[in-house]
Protein backbone atom coordinates (compact mmCIF):
# COMPACT_ATOMS: atom_id res chain seq x y z
CA UNK A 1 0.00 0.00 0.00
CA UNK A 2 0.66 3.78 0.10
CA UNK A 3 0.70 6.32 2.94
CA UNK A 4 2.21 10.08 2.58
CA UNK A 5 2.89 12.00 5.82
CA UNK A 6 3.14 15.93 5.90
CA UNK A 7 3.42 18.54 8.84
CA UNK A 8 -0.20 19.75 8.90
CA UNK A 9 0.47 23.20 9.80
CA UNK A 10 3.32 26.01 8.59
CA UNK A 11 3.19 29.03 9.34
CA UNK A 12 5.43 32.00 7.55
CA UNK A 13 6.11 35.47 6.84
CA UNK A 14 5.28 37.62 3.84
CA UNK A 15 8.62 37.30 1.19
CA UNK A 16 9.81 34.41 3.29
CA UNK A 17 11.08 30.58 1.85
CA UNK A 18 9.04 27.62 3.39
CA UNK A 19 9.44 23.97 2.98
CA UNK A 20 6.44 21.74 3.04
CA UNK A 21 7.88 18.17 3.50
CA UNK A 22 6.48 14.88 2.22
CA UNK A 23 7.71 11.36 3.69
CA UNK A 24 5.94 8.59 1.86
CA UNK A 25 5.79 4.57 2.15
CA UNK A 26 5.24 2.50 -1.25
CA UNK A 27 5.37 -0.18 -2.92
CA UNK A 28 6.36 1.60 -6.21
CA UNK A 29 5.18 4.60 -8.18
CA UNK A 30 5.48 7.07 -11.04
CA UNK A 31 6.09 10.21 -9.52
CA UNK A 32 4.97 12.61 -6.91
CA UNK A 33 2.82 15.61 -7.12
CA UNK A 34 2.00 18.66 -5.06
CA UNK A 35 -1.40 20.10 -5.66
CA UNK A 36 -2.63 23.75 -3.83
CA UNK A 37 -5.99 24.08 -2.28
CA UNK A 38 -7.25 27.60 -1.10
CA UNK A 39 -10.24 27.08 1.64
CA UNK A 40 -13.87 26.72 -0.27
CA UNK A 41 -11.41 25.93 -3.87
CA UNK A 42 -10.64 22.90 -5.71
CA UNK A 43 -7.28 21.29 -5.67
CA UNK A 44 -4.84 22.60 -8.56
CA UNK A 45 -1.83 21.23 -9.56
CA UNK A 46 1.40 22.64 -8.84
CA UNK A 47 4.70 20.26 -9.67
CA UNK A 48 5.29 16.96 -10.51
CA UNK A 49 8.68 14.86 -9.95
CA UNK A 50 9.02 11.60 -11.92
CA UNK A 51 12.65 11.68 -11.33
CA UNK A 52 15.03 12.80 -8.60
CA UNK A 53 16.09 16.31 -8.27
CA UNK A 54 14.51 19.78 -8.25
CA UNK A 55 11.91 20.96 -10.39
CA UNK A 56 11.44 24.52 -10.50
CA UNK A 57 7.89 26.41 -11.59
CA UNK A 58 8.77 30.34 -11.00
CA UNK A 59 8.22 30.93 -6.99
CA UNK A 60 7.83 27.18 -6.56
CA UNK A 61 10.29 24.28 -6.56
CA UNK A 62 10.14 20.16 -5.81
CA UNK A 63 12.15 18.03 -4.99
CA UNK A 64 12.08 14.50 -4.68
CA UNK A 65 14.33 11.60 -3.49
CA UNK A 66 13.60 8.12 -3.96
CA UNK A 67 16.55 6.71 -2.17
CA UNK A 68 15.19 8.27 1.14
CA UNK A 69 11.43 7.86 0.29
CA UNK A 70 11.51 11.56 0.80
CA UNK A 71 10.27 15.32 -1.49
CA UNK A 72 8.98 18.87 -0.76
CA UNK A 73 7.99 21.66 -1.94
CA UNK A 74 9.16 24.61 -2.02
CA UNK A 75 7.23 28.14 -1.67
CA UNK A 76 10.27 31.31 -2.07
CA UNK A 77 8.85 35.12 -1.68
CA UNK A 78 5.92 33.82 0.00
CA UNK A 79 2.91 36.16 -0.71
CA UNK A 80 -0.64 36.23 0.97
CA UNK A 81 -2.43 34.55 -1.70
CA UNK A 82 -0.09 31.38 -1.03
CA UNK A 83 -1.95 30.90 2.42
CA UNK A 84 -3.69 27.56 1.71
CA UNK A 85 -3.23 23.90 2.21
CA UNK A 86 -0.65 22.13 -0.19
CA UNK A 87 -1.22 18.33 -0.86
CA UNK A 88 2.09 15.28 -1.60
CA UNK A 89 0.45 13.06 -3.73
CA UNK A 90 1.69 9.35 -5.22
CA UNK A 91 0.58 8.17 -8.69
CA UNK A 92 1.20 3.99 -7.35
CA UNK A 93 2.80 2.32 -10.75
CA UNK A 94 1.59 -0.85 -11.70
CA UNK A 95 -1.66 0.16 -12.31
CA UNK A 96 -4.24 2.63 -13.33
CA UNK A 97 -3.68 6.67 -12.72
CA UNK A 98 -5.19 6.81 -9.22
CA UNK A 99 -3.37 9.43 -6.82
CA UNK A 100 -3.51 8.51 -3.18
CA UNK A 101 -3.00 11.70 -1.24
CA UNK A 102 -0.96 13.13 2.24
CA UNK A 103 -3.30 14.43 4.63
CA UNK A 104 -2.57 18.18 3.75
CA UNK A 105 -0.20 20.67 5.09
CA UNK A 106 -2.00 24.05 5.81
CA UNK A 107 0.23 27.01 5.37
CA UNK A 108 -0.28 30.20 6.99
CA UNK A 109 1.48 33.63 5.51
CA UNK A 110 1.57 36.22 7.54
CA UNK A 111 2.10 40.05 7.31
CA UNK B 1 -15.26 27.81 -20.72
CA UNK B 2 -15.17 26.12 -17.18
CA UNK B 3 -12.75 22.72 -17.57
CA UNK B 4 -14.37 20.53 -14.78
CA UNK B 5 -17.86 21.37 -13.90
CA UNK B 6 -19.93 19.64 -11.20
CA UNK B 7 -23.62 20.28 -10.08
CA UNK B 8 -24.77 20.61 -7.76
CA UNK B 9 -22.07 22.67 -5.50
CA UNK B 10 -24.53 22.51 -2.26
CA UNK B 11 -26.42 19.95 -1.56
CA UNK B 12 -28.66 19.36 1.68
CA UNK B 13 -30.80 16.77 2.10
CA UNK B 14 -32.12 13.98 4.97
CA UNK B 15 -30.83 10.88 6.12
CA UNK B 16 -32.43 8.02 3.97
CA UNK B 17 -32.52 10.07 0.29
CA UNK B 18 -31.04 9.75 -2.69
CA UNK B 19 -28.89 12.34 -4.60
CA UNK B 20 -27.27 12.42 -7.37
CA UNK B 21 -23.85 14.58 -8.41
CA UNK B 22 -23.13 15.57 -11.88
CA UNK B 23 -19.90 16.19 -13.60
CA UNK B 24 -18.62 17.14 -17.12
CA UNK B 25 -15.87 17.88 -18.24
CA UNK B 26 -14.43 19.71 -21.50
CA UNK B 27 -10.91 18.89 -21.61
CA UNK B 28 -10.95 16.16 -24.31
CA UNK B 29 -9.46 13.56 -21.70
CA UNK B 30 -10.19 10.05 -20.89
CA UNK B 31 -10.11 9.23 -17.61
CA UNK B 32 -12.71 10.82 -15.01
CA UNK B 33 -12.24 10.36 -11.20
CA UNK B 34 -14.66 10.48 -8.02
CA UNK B 35 -12.72 11.89 -4.68
CA UNK B 36 -14.01 12.33 -1.10
CA UNK B 37 -13.10 15.10 1.22
CA UNK B 38 -13.62 14.66 4.26
CA UNK B 39 -13.98 17.37 7.53
CA UNK B 40 -10.32 16.85 8.24
CA UNK B 41 -9.50 17.64 4.21
CA UNK B 42 -8.65 13.88 3.80
CA UNK B 43 -8.89 13.62 -0.26
CA UNK B 44 -9.58 9.31 -0.80
CA UNK B 45 -9.64 8.47 -4.48
CA UNK B 46 -13.59 6.73 -4.87
CA UNK B 47 -13.85 5.38 -8.46
CA UNK B 48 -12.14 5.97 -11.96
CA UNK B 49 -13.20 5.57 -15.73
CA UNK B 50 -11.33 5.25 -18.77
CA UNK B 51 -13.42 5.75 -21.81
CA UNK B 52 -16.62 5.27 -19.74
CA UNK B 53 -15.35 1.92 -18.36
CA UNK B 54 -14.91 1.81 -14.28
CA UNK B 55 -10.89 0.78 -13.70
CA UNK B 56 -10.87 1.92 -10.50
CA UNK B 57 -13.57 0.84 -7.31
CA UNK B 58 -11.64 1.60 -3.81
CA UNK B 59 -13.99 -0.28 -1.85
CA UNK B 60 -16.45 2.19 -1.75
CA UNK B 61 -20.18 1.14 -0.04
CA UNK B 62 -22.42 0.17 -3.12
CA UNK B 63 -24.93 2.48 -2.13
CA UNK B 64 -22.73 4.98 -4.35
CA UNK B 65 -22.99 4.61 -8.09
CA UNK B 66 -21.01 5.87 -10.93
CA UNK B 67 -22.39 6.09 -14.13
CA UNK B 68 -20.62 7.49 -17.37
CA UNK B 69 -22.50 7.78 -20.33
CA UNK B 70 -19.74 9.20 -22.15
CA UNK B 71 -16.57 10.07 -21.42
CA UNK B 72 -17.24 13.54 -21.09
CA UNK B 73 -19.61 12.87 -18.25
CA UNK B 74 -19.08 11.00 -14.92
CA UNK B 75 -22.11 10.98 -12.43
CA UNK B 76 -22.65 9.58 -9.00
CA UNK B 77 -25.52 8.54 -7.68
CA UNK B 78 -25.86 7.87 -3.93
CA UNK B 79 -28.66 5.55 -2.53
CA UNK B 80 -29.66 5.74 1.71
CA UNK B 81 -27.96 9.08 2.32
CA UNK B 82 -25.99 8.11 5.93
CA UNK B 83 -24.78 10.90 8.32
CA UNK B 84 -20.86 10.15 7.25
CA UNK B 85 -21.46 10.45 3.52
CA UNK B 86 -21.33 14.38 4.38
CA UNK B 87 -18.04 15.34 2.85
CA UNK B 88 -17.37 17.68 -0.19
CA UNK B 89 -17.05 15.13 -3.53
CA UNK B 90 -14.87 16.37 -5.79
CA UNK B 91 -14.88 14.95 -9.74
CA UNK B 92 -11.37 15.27 -11.96
CA UNK B 93 -10.03 14.79 -15.26
CA UNK B 94 -7.00 13.47 -16.26
CA UNK B 95 -5.57 12.66 -20.18
CA UNK B 96 -4.46 8.82 -18.51
CA UNK B 97 -1.14 9.28 -19.43
CA UNK B 98 0.83 6.00 -18.67
CA UNK B 99 4.01 6.16 -16.80
CA UNK B 100 6.43 8.89 -15.97
CA UNK B 101 4.67 11.70 -17.55
CA UNK B 102 2.78 13.86 -15.21
CA UNK B 103 -1.03 13.23 -15.77
CA UNK B 104 -1.92 16.07 -14.44
CA UNK B 105 -5.60 15.70 -12.82
CA UNK B 106 -7.94 18.69 -13.31
CA UNK B 107 -10.43 19.12 -10.51
CA UNK B 108 -13.83 20.46 -10.47
CA UNK B 109 -15.58 22.96 -8.07
CA UNK B 110 -16.49 20.50 -5.63
CA UNK B 111 -19.82 19.32 -4.56
CA UNK B 112 -20.58 19.68 -0.56
CA UNK B 113 -23.04 17.21 0.48
CA UNK B 114 -24.70 17.59 3.84
CA UNK B 115 -26.63 14.91 5.17
CA UNK B 116 -29.15 15.48 7.98
Known amino acids: GQSLEQPSEVTAVEGAIVQINCTYQTSGFYGLSWYQQHDGGAPTFLSYNALDGLEETGRFSSFLSRSDSYGYLLLQELQMKDSASYFC????????????FGAGTRLAVHP | DTAVSQTPKYLVTQMGNDKSIKCEQN?????MYWYKQDSKKFLKIMFS???????INETVPNRFSPKSPDKAHLNLHINSLELGDSAVYFC???????????????FGPGTRLTVL
Open chain 2, 27 to 31: LGHDT
Open chain 2, 49 to 55: YNNKELI
Open chain 1, 89 to 100: AVRPSGGYNKLI
Open chain 2, 92 to 106: ASSQGSKRLSTDTQY
